[in-house]
């Protein structure tokens, strides 16, 4: 029993440390961030350069533009590719990304005549339009983001969603909120929500991985750790297979106005629908999540560092669901084992 109770402990103290030591270096940020303004400008400025670089390099004849959702009144950059006609397959990146998570995906489900895939910046990434509030962030609005592109490409069912972190917790949601409006769901390395609450109230190990969460409340400091150096910090986040110059897409794009603000914003907004302050859509009393009606598979790296194993599998919220973890992979498993994606991606979305 004394050993058990050591290792919270410990866990406790070393996270404990690591937050307010972060803190304290976001200040040293703060004060010396306008001596870099003119660096960060310069990186925001390469946006579109980079862009058509991205494109030209997955050789598969994607398109970059930004769509209207009148519905939502807001702008969505998407970059398409294959065929127009064919089966509308929607890829959803994760936190701090863009539509770039997916540069492996996209040409090797465009091979064929099958499927049209888009791969969209989610509202306040990249070259999408970034809404101050807080309140624009939350998993409903997203959720409603993701039926409002589905509908402005006419089509009454997208053939699935894949989605990755973020993407992948407001994928598990759409599911419930527009059960008619998918056939099939992917997620890669993300939290159900239902599940993800459970963990952080049973399991110190998941809750001592998310201490980032309890950082990213504070007022104006986080976001100088990425105003400051948003490629060094990219490069200690993501596995060596991503290249410099993918990092440097990347950090671009949070480097766009507004961006950082934007992005911490989804953490916000969570935080405050876990003290049940956030704007929901209304549900019955005591029903919790629904569950996801349609066939899914979870995709997870064994080695993710954010993450609990536990998470991989919500359980009941989900019934027709199929597991793969893949070893030796972190949490961006699109990046480590894009193979190993790519492959059983293709299965899932082929198969009866």
Not at 59 to 88: D, F, M, Q, T, W
Not at 111 to 132: C, H, I, T, W
Not at 171 to 188: C, E, G, M, N, V
């Amino acid at each position: 029993d004394h050993e058990i109770v050591m290792v919270p402990i410990f866990g406790i103290v070393s996270t404990a440390v690591k937050f307010f030591s972060t803190i304290i270096w976001c200040i040293v940020l703060f004060i010396i961030s306008p001596f870099y303004r003119g660096k960060r400008e310069r990186l925001a400025s390469e946006i579109t350069h980079l862009t058509k670089q991205a494109l030209d390099n997955m050789k598969c004849g994607a398109r970059s533009r930004k769509v209207y959702l009148a519905a939502r009144n807001i702008n969505l950059h998407v970059v398409e590719s294959g065929n127009p006609a064919g089966k509308l397959v929607l890829l959803v990146h994760g936190f701090p990304e863009n539509w770039h998570s997916w540069h492996h995906l996209i040409p090797h489900l465009s091979k064929g005549n099958e499927y049209f895939v888009v791969a969209m910046d989610m509202r306040g990434y990249n070259l999408s339009d970034k809404p101050q509030a807080v309140s624009e962030y939350g998993i409903d609005m997203m959720s409603d983001d993701l039926h409002a592109l589905i509908k402005y490409y006419k089509r009454e069912r997208a053939h699935a969603v894949v989605a990755h972190d973020w993407g992948g917790a407001i994928a598990y949601h759409f599911a419930t909120q527009y059960p008619r409006s998918l056939d099939k769901l992917i997620i890669l390395n993300a939290p159900h929500t239902g599940s993800f609450s459970r963990e952080l109230k049973l399991n110190w190990d998941q809750r001592l991985k998310s201490w980032y969460i309890a950082l990213f409340q504070v007022p104006i400091v986080p976001k100088y750790l990425f105003l400051h150096d948003a490629q060094g910090v990219l490069r200690s986040m993501f596995p060596r297979k991503v290249t410099d110059e993918e990092v440097r897409y990347l950090a671009a794009g949070i480097m766009q106005p507004g961006a950082i603000d934007a992005m911490l914003n989804y953490y916000k907004a969570a935080f405050l629908a876990l003290l049940g302050m956030g704007r929901r859509k209304p549900r019955p009393a005591g029903s919790g999540p629904a569950q996801v009606e349609c066939p899914t598979l979870v995709l997870w790296g064994e080695k993710d560092m954010a993450l609990s194993r536990n998470l991989a599998n919500p359980g009941r919220w989900v019934p027709r669901l199929t597991v793969r973890y893949v070893p030796n992979c972190s949490h961006f498993i699109q990046y480590d084992a894009p193979d190993d994606v790519n492959k059983y991606v293709a299965e899932f979305l082929a198969a009866k």
